[in-house]
């Protein structure tokens, strides 16, 4: 199945010269949200992990489903406020100014493996501030996992130093 072709891009959204990739269109048809959980899965065939991270929100939408279907732990990163309990915090750089995330203290044991998953890698700001709350706890990072890479803006060679995949992409 083509998943690219069950996004909806919207041109000029939220600002002028913005191409927003709308994967609510994925997520209500359930062949094509079962297709997007089947190659998610595929790629990791050959990464050796302990928990799927999935950075909030749209992460979280196909992180923990992943989880289940790969019978690991499920971790999310979170917006600020959002979790009780002792947390690591990370402020990372956006295009228009900055933002937070933030995962609990105890999420992880030294040494566990964890694949970081999110909808769409642009920058990659906020997958490097996932990367950093999952060392800062002890963790390792087994690769990042993207639905939609924009090539354009050169997100993962911010990256370089981890393994990055991404099943659909764009130039912005």
Do not use: W
């Not at 917006?79 to 937070?100: D, T």
Request: proline fraction near 3%; include cysteine.
């Amino acid at each position: 199945m083509d998943l690219k072709s069950k996004i909806r891009v919207i041109e000029d959204y939220p600002t002028e010269g913005i191409s927003f990739k709308d994967i609510t269109t994925l997520l209500r048809d359930k062949d094509a949200f079962r297709e997007t959980i089947d190659q998610l899965e595929e790629k990791l065939k050959d990464y050796d992990f302990d928990y799927i991270a999935g950075i909030e929100s749209r992460g979280l939408i196909f992180g923990a489903p992943l989880a289940d279907r790969l019978s690991k732990g499920f971790i999310p990163i979170r917006k600020p406020g959002k979790l009780p309990g002792e947390i690591e915090k990370v402020s990372y750089e956006l295009e228009y100014g900055s933002n937070e995330l933030e995962m609990h203290k105890d999420a992880l044991e030294e040494g566990e493996r964890v694949v970081i998953l999110d909808d769409l890698i642009a920058t990659g700001g906020s997958a490097k501030a996932a990367a950093k709350l999952v060392e800062a706890v002890g963790g390792k990072v087994a690769c990042f996992e993207f639905l939609i890479e924009l090539t354009d803006l050169k997100g993962r060679d911010y990256l370089k130093d981890y393994d990055v995949i991404s099943l659909i992409k764009y130039n912005h």
